[in-house]
């Protein structure tokens, strides 16, 4: 497989020496997966290092009462830090994986030969430091969010982060409700009153921002 063209959109790739551009050729596997559904159960044994090409990842984790908390997602040319390590200490992966988008394309570079390129090539040691550092990022920005910010902060906090540049949300409020490891009707509740004071407008399957530094402030305030 030429890796170089199917990891276009990753930057180490650029800057790989020969031998590890050959180690990644031979190595190096696609998986497609054309509907919506979970890829990956807390204690399953992955494959190796797992980066998105096509779609968007949510890693999650499952509470006491069985709500899903997200902890952090894996978008295009980015990759799963939890499968990194896994990889790296032949460990079980530690919580869910679903692709939030169908289709969904993955690249998958083997337990043993990310190791390889890992010792061999200071390109791959640091896209891994770079991947660390960011999911490191996330998590604590999570865990800091349920701690100190109330739901509906919280919900304001996730409505800015995934608006488009028109800001539009598309997602459902059971989803929303997923993501923040809470109940629909609650979600749904703190949506009415944030369309009441003139800050959003739902419809079904989208939500509209109709000010999101205005929203932003909400969820810092």
């Not at 980066?51 to 006491?64: F, H, P, Q």
Request: net charge neutral.
């Amino acid at each position: 497989m030429d890796a170089s063209a199917t990891l276009g959109g990753f930057r180490f790739t650029q800057r790989l020496s020969h031998a590890a551009r050959q180690e990644l050729d031979q190595s190096l596997m696609t998986v497609d997966v054309a509907e919506r559904k979970t890829l990956i159960r807390r204690g399953d044994k992955v494959a190796g290092a797992y980066l998105v090409l096509e779609g968007v990842l949510r890693i999650y984790n499952i509470d006491a009462r069985g709500r899903e908390v997200t902890l952090y997602s894996v978008e295009p040319h980015d990759a799963c830090i939890f499968a990194m390590n896994c990889a790296f200490n032949d460990l079980r992966y530690p919580a869910w994986v679903e692709n939030e988008e169908a289709p969904t394309r993955l690249a998958v570079i083997p337990s043993l030969s990310y190791r390889k390129l890992h010792e061999l090539d200071p390109a791959v040691r640091g896209f891994t430091f770079d991947v660390l550092s960011s999911r490191i990022f996330d998590l604590m920005n999570t865990i800091e969010e349920m701690a100190t910010l109330d739901m509906e902060q919280r919900l304001a906090s996730f409505l800015t982060r995934k608006c488009n540049e028109q800001g539009v949300v598309t997602t459902s409020h059971a989803k929303i409700a997923a993501n923040l490891g809470t109940a629909r009707e609650v979600v749904t509740r703190h949506l009415r009153q944030l369309e009441s004071r003139g800050l959003i407008e739902t419809s079904r399957g989208e939500i509209r921002i109709f000010d999101p530094v205005v929203l932003a402030a909400r969820a810092e305030s």
